[in-house]
């Protein structure tokens, strides 16, 4: 029993160079792949399938449909593969390790394939946890500013000392059923907009 | 010992469009080999691809969407690498395009041929509202990237005529060359894109143009040429010698005397790969609006040298950040203004023509009006 294979997702209308992609593939010991022809319904696909990486011919413009969707349903996004005709070895490394993506060879160097996915896919795991970490990070700053500025509003129309404004945003949080930020944002809109 | 001297090589991706004139024509009518720089041009399918190989090394510099730029600096929607916008591929070049079907609807609510902004907006709402009340799906509309003028375009003008681009619509990424496509197939009822694209559906009897953007937002900026950040500061003469040689290619592409010529150049397979009439309506700044009708003139439609139409404007670079704060596509840090104007670089600008006497503009920023009456004020981008 070998290792669990990578399952891959292979986008190209063209059909008979998605045939030739999906043996050079198999070839490389790669063997959970899905071709998929339609880009109508793409996202669902991915959904389903969670592929762990997929693969787009570089020449196939539908290259920026998929990054629109990685954008709008951040759980769809995947590390992309890409087939290049001329990328020397200091190419395929800096693609894969700035994070870009990996870049096959042309005519699928077996030996090489399987080893440039692994490591395509393990640094866009890491990415993906630093973007993460980061982006949660910013938003509970934000957050915390919003509530702060939403306190300063209510001690001062109010009259509120700082616990007080603090637990009138909870309840109404909570009362609504909505996060204190929510509450506190929609306090900071609101006066904007009476002044 | 034989001394072989070579002049230095600049590797430029651009993807097929109209907009990558000033490009091939700084090749083909040899001003970058008067620069003493050899380019070497490689033609690009997606805006994906052209950025990741710019940032991987394969390119020196790019044929790039002005917010590309800015959204990469920032490391919006994937990689975060500072790039630079030293100099502007030109102003405009962009329209909306409705369908055959959409357009009988429009027109049956107010819209013209040939209408202004507000009137083929106002009629394009009454078509959206009247569509929910009958529990009729809503339209979709086709853009190229999440990233770009057409989509902030297209969602300016939607949202200035009363129609909520996320509720009331649908916004999709199709290709360029998909577009009239899936037109035709149903897919779209209409898109935001630069030339040829428009003309193409119109020729083909799929579409109608609607509005020209630059009657949306006039002399509105388009793509630039850009560079990684390390790149420019360590190829500092390369730069402004690629930057003069750009400036001559598209005051070369101005002249009227050169359209014909510019228009064959393009349509050759290895450029654009379009018919050359159809690419020579675009740069002459006329189009026809639906199929059989005469091209009518359209002031300021593609500008490339004029009206400072290479300047880097920072005001640019700070409404694309405001677009992409606007449509929540980014959440606003305090950083983030200083990267977004530090994207466009008008001083490698002022510096790579200094020397040519070319007339630059006092400032850095303008202030960008809008078919609305809105005042963009650079100053205070996020108010």
Redesign the interface.
Known sequence: MGEPSLRILLVDQNAARAAILEEGLREAGLNDITVVREMHGLLRRIVDLDPDVIFIDLENPNRDVLEQMFQVSRSVRRPIAMFVDQADTETIRAAVESGVGAYVVDGLQKARVKTILDTAVSHFNAFNRLRDELERANQQLEERKIIERAKGLLMKERGLSEEEAYGLLRTAAMNDNRRVADVARSIVSLVRLLK | MNRIVTRPKITIGFIPLLDCAPIVVALEQGFAAREGIDLILVRE?????IR?RL????FDAAHLLGPMAVATTL?A???Q?PIVAPIALGLGGNAITVSASLWEQMARCGATPGGNPRVQGQALARVVAERASAGAPPLTFGM???FSCHHYELRYWLAAVGVDPDRDVRL???????LADSMRAG?LDGFCVGEPWNSVAVQAGIGTIVTPTTAIWPLSPEKVLGCRASWADANGARMDALIRALHHASVWCQDPGNHVELAHLLAAPRYVDAPAELLLDAIANRLSLRKGAAPVALENFYVLASHHATFPWVSHALWFYAQMVRWR?V?P?QTHLSSVAGTYRPDIYRRALRSLGVALPAEDVKPERFFDEAVFDPARPLS
């Open positions: 399918t997606s805006w994906a691809n990741d940032i991987v090394g394969h490391g929607g994937h990689l690498v190229v990237y999440p999709v990424v199709i290709p360029p060359p998909y897919q596509q959440e840090q």
